[in-house]
Nanobody, 126 residues
Framework: QVQLVESGGGLVQAGGSLRLSCAAS????????MGWFRQAPDKEREFVAT????????NYADSVKGRFTISRDNAKNTLYLQMIALRPEDTAVYYC???????????????????WGQGTQVTVSL
């Protein structure tokens, strides 16, 4: 079992930046592909970004390409999401998620992920 705890959310003005962190514990972090997802009120959970077990491969939703960067530090058991040029439509609860690395070569669907954090709220105001 992997425990995931997100932090770093908050209120920011449009055009601003935030860095989310996801601290993992319980199992070997480098055995997991990691992802970020988000869910706005009355909307389905949507894919934001994913990174493979060693950080050499990343994928992004079209809506965040060029603005968000996913990264990981396996020595610190931590996943990150650097967000710049934030927009009001980025407002959502952001979740990190983990799936064993051997299950999928790419994982962009939330149903592929096994372990989830509790989420952190990101609110972008005009």
């Amino acid at each position: 079992q992997v425990q995931l705890v997100e932090s770093g959310g908050g209120l920011v003005q449009a055009g601003g930046s935030l860095r989310l962190s996801c601290a993992a514990s319980g199992r070997t972090f480098s055995n997991y592909r990691m992802g970020w997802f988000r869910q706005a009120p009355d909307k389905e959970r949507e894919f934001v970004a994913t990174i493979n077990a060693y950080g050499g491969s990343t994928n992004y939703a079209d809506s965040v390409k060029g603005r968000f960067t996913i990264s990981r530090d396996n020595a610190k058991n931590t996943l990150y999401l650097q967000m710049i040029a934030l927009r009001p439509e980025d407002t959502a609860v952001y979740y990190c998620a983990a799936v064993p690395k051997w299950l999928y070569s790419v994982a962009t669907d939330w149903t592929q992920y096994v372990h989830w954090g509790q989420g952190t709220q990101v609110t972008v105001s005009l």
